[in-house]
């Protein structure tokens, strides 16, 4: 069973079963690492807030990087009409991208390798960012599917693309974090069984392949959280400052 | 043609293989059982990640840089003044450098001007001492100058007659002698001195 590539995305309970009714809301493994990246989280960011130097130590560095990192990228893609939803952008970055790194880690699991998890935030960020944009430009909002100068006749064509665009905003923000992170983690395992397979003699070139991955995949981590932590930028950018 | 049945088998073989995966267990991601579970730790976890972060530790974080940037601030300031107080200090420096030398300088011209004045002096008195000494010097000279003749004539006159008396045992009238002995020298001076 182990040798299956998906067998690492097996969500199982932890612990007791926890019910409500009929809805089971037990610990699960994905539940752990939930638990885990947030407080790791926590820990780092408490542990670099809690220092005042005038010249910052390591974690003191570390936390006021990723601080000023992600202040510069809300203003420069949402402007600074964005400064209220930092705190949101910065722990939806840090979480993601802690869930990633730590699925990186041999044996253990990636929460984000799940679509529900992903689809959850996207939807989250979609239906926040479309109230947003209705309570700050009221029906105005809807001029966002009318782009400016186009041909009238093209209008009806322009409009359906752009609602269809806007509505599949939250599947393509999910299934693009998620169908990186689990790719990424079944290709890697099944180089893994490669080198398993095909022992000492054959197993040395899935091996260095799997070495070049992780590295890979690490930057890849990192990158959707970026792409995800971005386009929400975006998306709060088309709410706030309606550019259409 | 062909190629769409191509494709369409490719197609329908990809999703029965799929279908067959999906039923021996598949991707695990499309397994409703623990969804709830998920939605429900995703919301606790990352609602409290986000309370905690947005009320305790980014303020923070934001409050210390901005801290540091107002110190940062703060210290250039001080030390555009403290740069100012030493432009400020060098300039009065350099006055009282200027000054000094200045007041040197005059000193030293007074100092000297005093020196020339009592060298002057000195040499003046000097120069009066000297031509009064030389003056009387002179005059000495010339006293004896002009009393030299005499003297030799009256040296002379004695000694010939205290030769004459010698030789002779008598004494010789003194006026003669003196007359004779004038004679004589005045004819020894013209040979000697060409007069």
Redesign the interface.
């Known amino acids: 069973m182990a040798a299956?590539p998906?067998y690492q995305?097996?969500?199982y309970r932890i612990g007791p079963e926890i019910k409500i009714g009929e809805?089971?809301?037990?610990?699960?493994n994905?539940?752990l690492f939930?638990?885990i990246?947030?407080l790791a989280?926590?820990i780092i960011?408490?542990l670099?807030?809690?220092?005042?130097n005038?010249i910052p130590d390591k974690i003191?560095l570390l936390?006021?990087l990723s601080?000023?990192f992600v202040s510069k990228m809300i203003s420069d893609t949402a402007g600074s009409k964005a400064k209220p939803y930092?705190?949101?952008i910065?722990?939806l970055f840090?979480?993601v991208l802690f869930c990633n790194m730590f699925g990186m880690i041999p044996y253990s699991f990636t929460?984000t390798?799940?679509?529900?998890?992903t689809f959850?935030?996207a939807a989250f960020i979609f239906i926040g960012v479309t109230i947003i944009g209705f309570i700050k430009h009221g029906f105005g909002y809807l001029k966002l599917f009318v782009p400016s100068g186009v041909p009238v006749v093209l209008l009806p064509l322009i409009v359906v693309i752009e609602i269809i665009s806007y509505l599949s905003r939250p599947i393509s923000l999910s299934v693009r974090l998620?169908a990186n992170m689990?790719a990424g983690h079944t290709m890697m395992k099944v180089f893994g069984g490669f080198v398993v397979s095909l022992g000492i003699v054959g197993g040395w070139l899935p091996l260095s392949f799997s070495v070049a991955l992780t590295g890979l995949e690490i930057l890849v981590a990192f990158l959707q959280a970026y792409v995800f932590a971005i386009l929400t930028c975006i998306y709060l950018n088309d709410a706030l400052n309606l550019h259409h | 043609m062909k190629k769409i049945i191509l494709l369409n088998i490719f197609y329908f073989s990809f999703c029965t293989l799929a279908v067959k995966s999906a039923e021996k267990g598949g991707m695990p991601q499309l397994d409703p059982e623990f969804w709830v579970s998920q939605i429900f730790w995703l919301t606790i976890t990352f609602g409290t990640l986000f309370l905690v972060l947005s009320k305790f530790i980014l303020p923070r974080i934001s409050k210390n840089l901005e801290q540091r940037k107002l110190q940062i601030l703060e210290n250039i300031e001080t030390a555009e003044k403290q740069r100012e107080q030493s432009e400020k200090n060098l300039k009065e420096f350099d006055e009282i450098i200027l000054k000094s030398k200045n007041k040197a300088k005059e000193l030293m011209l007074a100092a000297r001007e005093r020196v020339v004045s009592e060298i002057t002096k000195k040499k003046i008195k000097l120069d009066e001492d000297l031509n009064s000494e030389i003056q009387n010097v002179e005059k000495e000279i010339i006293e004896l100058k002009l009393s030299s003749p005499k003297k030799i004539n009256s040296i002379a006159s004695n000694i010939t007659n205290e030769v004459i008396k010698r030789l002779i045992g008598t004494d010789v009238n003194e006026s003669s002698v003196s007359a004779l002995v004038e004679q004589e020298l005045k004819k020894l001076s013209r040979s000697t001195y060409g007069i």
């Open positions: 299956n998906m995305f097996n969500v809805i089971d809301l037990s610990f699960t994905a539940s939930m638990v990246s947030s989280i926590l960011f408490n670099g807030a809690q220092k005042r005038i003191q936390s006021e601080y000023t930092f705190s949101f910065f722990s840090m979480f929460v390798s799940h679509i529900i998890v959850v935030l998620f689990m």
